[in-house]
C-alpha cells in the first residue's frame, strides 16, 4: 500500500530535550516536505527536500532541521524545542511520475506538545 | 510571493444543501490549484485539482472552475452528506516551489 508514514503520532516533551520525527515514504517520490497546522493559520511550510541530498528552507524553517539521506526518509529534528513548536505536524511528499509535485499525499500527522 | 485567501469557517450546512467555498489567490504566471480535504483525525488527502485556465476538477461530487480572470477557484458541491464535515484547503503550486496553502474552511453538515 502506497503511504507516508510517521512516528511517533504523539509526542510530550519538555523545553530543549532534542527530538526527532521520523517521515518514511513507499511510493519512490523525489519530493519531500514538513509542514505545521496550527489553528487560524492553516499549513505553512517548514522545510522541503527536492531530492537526495537537497533541501530549502519553507516558510517557517526557525528552529527546525532535516535531512535527505535517503530518498524515502526525511526526518524533522527539533535540537532545542520551545513551547511555541506545539503543534499537528505533517510529512508529506510527490513525485515526477505520478500525478505530479503539486499533488501530495500526507501522512497521518504527529502531535507535538512541548512543556 | 503567492497566497491563498479561502472564507473563513465554519460553514455550517444541513444535509442535501448546496455548498459554495470560495477561495482566491494572488501568483504571478500559470500556478496550478488544488483542493485538499481533512478528515477528522487524518492528514490531508487530494479532492481535486486543475492545472490551466478555464479546467474544472471534480471528484465525489464536488467540483471547481480555474478562473484567471478573477483569480478564484471555488468549491462546490449541489447537495451535501454528513460524510462531508471535514476540513476544506484550496492551495497553489508554481513549479520550482511547494504547495501554499489557504487557511482552510471548516465544514459541518447536520443530518
Known amino acids: 500500500e502506497a503511504q507516508v508514514t510517521q512516528n511517533p503520532r504523539y509526542l510530550i516533551t519538555v523545553t530543549g530535550k532534542k527530538l526527532t520525527v521520523t517521515c518514511s515514504q513507499n511510493?519512490?517520490?523525489?519530493?519531500m516536505s514538513w509542514y505545521r497546522q496550527d489553528p487560524g493559520l492553516g499549513l505553512r511550510q517548514i522545510y522541503y527536500s527536492m531530492n537526495v541530498e537537497v533541501t530549502d528552507k519553507g516558510d517557517v524553517p526557525e528552529g527546525y532541521k532535516v535531512s535527505r539521506k535517503e530518498k524515502r526518509n526525511f526526518p524533522l529534528i527539533l535540537e532545542s524545542p520551545s513551547p511555541n513548536q506545539t503543534s499537528l505536524y505533517f510529512c508529506?511528499?510527490?513525485?515526477?511520475?505520478?500525478?505530479?509535485?503539486?499533488?501530495?499525499?500526507f501522512g497521518p500527522g504527529t502531535r507535538l506538545l512541548v512543556l | 510571493g503567492d497566497s491563498v485567501t479561502q472564507m473563513e469557517g465554519p460553514v455550517t450546512l444541513s444535509e442535501e444543501a448546496f455548498l459554495t467555498i470560495n477561495c482566491t489567490y494572488t501568483?504571478?504566471?500559470?500556478?496550478?490549484l488544488f483542493w485538499y480535504v481533512q478528515y477528522p483525525g487524518e492528514g490531508l488527502q487530494l479532492l481535486l485539482k486543475?492545472?490551466?485556465?478555464?479546467d474544472k476538477g471534480s471528484n465525489k461530487g464536488f467540483e471547481a472552475t480555474y478562473r484567471k480572470e478573477t483569480t478564484s477557484f471555488h468549491l462546490e458541491k449541489g447537495s451535501v452528506q454528513v460524510s462531508d464535515s471535514a476540513v476544506y484547503f484550496c492551495a497553489l503550486y508554481h513549479a520550482g516551489n511547494m504547495l501554499t496553502f489557504g487557511g482552510g474552511t471548516r465544514l459541518m453538515v447536520k443530518p
Open positions: 486543475a492545472t490551466k485556465a478555464d
Open positions: 511510493m519512490n517520490h523525489e519530493y
Open positions: 508529506a511528499s510527490s513525485g515526477h511520475r505520478d500525478r505530479g509535485p503539486g499533488t501530495q499525499y
Open positions: 501568483a504571478t504566471g500559470y500556478p496550478s
